[in-house]
Nanobody, 123 residues
Framework: QVQLVESGGGLVQAGGSLRLSCAAS????????MGWFRQAPGKEREFVAG????????DYADSVRGRFFISRDNARNAVYLQLNSLKPEDTAVYYC????????????????WGQGTQVTVSS
């Protein structure tokens, strides 16, 4: 099992940047693919970005590609999401998630979730 705790959310003006962090517990962090999801008020949770267990491959939703960047540090049991050129429509609760590295990195099937961190972008 892995436990996930997000941090780094906040209020930022449109065009600004934030860096979200996700700290994972357990000694097997490097055996999990990691992902970031978000849920805006009144909307379903959606995939934002994913990264393979080694960090060698990433995947992004079209809405954030070129603006958001996912990375991980297996030595620190952490995954990050750099949010650049933020827009008001990026406002949401952002969740960190993990799935077994035995399967391929996809946009579904994540087994473990953090509690979320709020990102609010003002216009």
């Amino acid at each position: 099992q892995v436990q996930l705790v997000e941090s780094g959310g906040g209020l930022v003006q449109a065009g600004g940047s934030l860096r979200l962090s996700c700290a994972a517990s357990g000694r097997t962090f490097s055996s999990y693919h990691m992902g970031w999801f978000r849920q805006a008020p009144g909307k379903e949770r959606e995939f934002v970005a994913g990264i393979t267990l080694s960090g060698g491959k990433t995947d992004y939703a079209d809405s954030v590609r070129g603006r958001f960047f996912i990375s991980r540090d297996n030595a620190r049991n952490a995954v990050y999401l750099q949010l650049n050129s933020l827009k008001p429509e990026d406002t949401a609760v952002y969740y960190c998630a993990a799935k077994s590295g035995f399967s391929a990195l996809t946009r579904s099937g994540f087994e473990y979730w953090g509690q979320g961190t709020q990102v609010t972008v003002s216009s």
